[in-house]
């Protein structure tokens, strides 16, 4: 894309992320949190950092359809925090100790288990569990958080309650469900052997994992937009910004794998170690050797593997052309996506979500 | 009570105890979750049994300021289902193994982490670890799922959208936020020298985890019945159920030291070993000789604690009176909460709130 395009679409984007962080970060919330190191916990990854890609997608799906964007934000704040506790109780079960470059909430608790109460000391598996349990607590509130937020599309946004309910109840049951059976099939897929799994079986996972939320973004943007519940707008940008989550998280999965530490914000091969079965692994492991397979099932799902042992998996993933399959799946999918947009007026908006779409599939890896 | 009244009473919940069953187990709710093992985690505790003791302090409320009780039901299922995910959670916190005379959910994937995939086979450590995984995903689709639930009061049962979204972003935030700060003290005093905490500390955390729920019943069951946000008599059912739910808290209490598993369903003397600072062991501790304090310390908090020494400490506590003074207490708040109830029309309903608070503290021990 021109430069000037290229500038001006990544000031839009940091104007949104910007909008987002202070309707999160306002004290009509935060003074809601106790005690103070749950305070802390319920906003630490959002004051970590982030790309705000759901609320960007949310914001300019509204304005795409000719909607005014502020009457979103609120939908908007409220899926970036969703997504939030989906990560603080994501990095319990994926046992990650870092998050965006800093510690994951539950590391932190088992690091300063003596935050509060100061006055006291634990053996080790106790510091572990205060951690985990306190993390759990952490997600609880956010989620809470996030429907709270929610409801300010009615309260003070002027969306009609009937819009709001419907976009409620959508995201704690619809979303959330499939979300979770995503996970659950992520935690039961890392016990299983790769040669269980079809590429099939790993995408629709990965759909359920990020798709499903990346889809209500574009939908909720579209009805907040329209005012409408229904029409041929909202079904577009639904499809368009399903694929287009499900090509994020394939590229997410690439970063996963070969990212270095300061790109994906956490220790390289942290995937590979816990067990992930990417689609990176799966047709690197086709082309494999019975060496270069006995390799990397060595690595996969072992917590003990080493950093060479490590570095000559990643390399082998290169080498047999894992990512470059991937690459190009994330590619298409954001190509089939673009289509959609076709049924949109031709606006600002709209070319904001397809320079987001690109932007998608060219992270730096 | 009458036994004629008393047994009209417990017909009367009875009733709606199946009510709330039967809405909570419908195959429209119950065919979202997936998968099946999935499906089955999310209902447990259900199916398990329970008394539905909020969901009819809910119903009473609506019954007893004149509306019409099947109007609340979604409302009133919600409660339980919101209820139900804080004890999946807690189970995993408080590491309980058995909730109502069965596995928590935690311990149940942990037992049968073959449930799915049935062809693999894990160390102890990652079986433990995925029972607690998925029992964080199970309590996450329950809150979204009581979230859903409130939403059809609107979509089912004809409650204005407005009052509808008030009571979602009650639950979701005031509730919610003081429960979990309730559950977070109770963890971190859990840590803490017995005589670092005062009666009115632990008071006002039980309030925290308990009170701020049944308060929150009587409210929505008031707000439901009257349609409107704002009546003296919301007032009145608001804070009689408040109080009626920490007396509920201290009688649990009593029962968690010395109720036998058949009543508590789980085993006896797991919130001793678990270090819960319980108002029984703080008044018990403070009549205690120095070989009972040293007595009282040594099981409290170990888990490693054997029958032996349980059985001497909950005769301690016994002898010491911290139960007849717990129990008093208890007996006292409920006499405070039905002064409230006179603010109320004289009908059925009304005294059947009357009988609830009652029953509350007669609970057998």
């Keep these: 894309m021109p430069s000037n395009d290229r500038r001006e679409f990544f000031t839009a984007l940091d104007r949104r992320c910007k909008w987002i962080k202070n309707y999160i970060l306002h004290p009509r919330f935060v003074g809601r ?22 609320p960007a997608i949310l914001l300019f799906s509204c304005g795409a359809v000719g909607g ?36 994951t909430v539950h590391q932190r608790f088992f ?32 989620h809470g958080w996030g429907i709270s937020m929610m409801t300010e599309l009615a309260t003070r946004r002027g969306v009609t309650s009937d819009i709001t309910l419907k976009l409620i109840d ?10 979770v059976e995503g996970e659950v099939l992520d935690i039961q897929y890392s016990h299983q052997p790769l040669e269980a799994l079809t590429p099939e079986d790993i995408e629709t996972m990965l759909w359920k994992k990020t798709g499903a939320l990346y889809q209500f973004c574009g939908r909720a943007g579209a009805m907040i937009g329209l005012g409408k519940r229904k029409h041929p707008y909202i079904e577009a940008v639904s499809e368009f910004a399903a694929l287009c989550g499900t090509a994020f998280q394939l590229q997410d999965d690439i970063l996963g794998v070969v990212g270095n530490q300061e790109v994906i914000g956490k220790p390289v091969g942290s995937d590979l170690r816990e067990g992930k079965k990417t689609l ?5 492991y086709q082309n494999a050797s019975l060496s270069e397979k006995k390799l990397i099932s060595g690595v996969l799902g072992n917590p003990k ?56 599939v060219q992270r730096e890896f």
């Excluded at 005014?68 to 409220?78: K, S």
């Excluded at 997504?83 to 990650?96: A, K, M, Q, Y």
């Excluded at 990176?280 to 690197?284: E, L, S």
């Excluded at 996506?337 to 779409?357: G, H, I, S, V």
């Design 280 to 284: 990176v692994v799966h047709y690197a």
């Design 111 to 142: 690091d300063h288990y003596d935050m509060k109460p100061a006055d006291c000391s634990l053996p080790v598996d106790e510091a572990r569990h205060y951690g985990v349990s306190l993390a759990i607590l952490t997600g609880d509130i956010q």
């Design 305 to 360: 593997a080493d950093e060479s042992q490590i570095r000559r998996v990643i390399q082998a993933l290169r080498d047999l052309g894992g990512i470059k399959i991937v690459n190009q799946r994330a590619k298409d999918l954001i190509a089939k996506a673009q289509n959609y947009l076709q049924a949109l007026p031709e606006n600002q908006y709209r070319a904001w979500l397809k320079q987001w779409a690109d932007y998608m």
């Design 170 to 179: 959508d995201l704690d049951t619809y979303v959330l469900n499939t979300l």
């Design 33 to 54: 949190f106790s005690p103070a190191e749950i305070q802390w916990a319920v906003t630490a990854y959002v004051r970590y950092g982030g790309k705000r890609l759901r």
């Design 68 to 103: 005014d964007e502020r009457q979103a934000i609120p939908a908007a704040a409220a899926v970036e925090i969703f997504h939030t506790w989906t990560l603080v109780h994501d990095d319990i079960i994926d046992r990650d100790p870092m998050r965006r470059g800093q510690a």
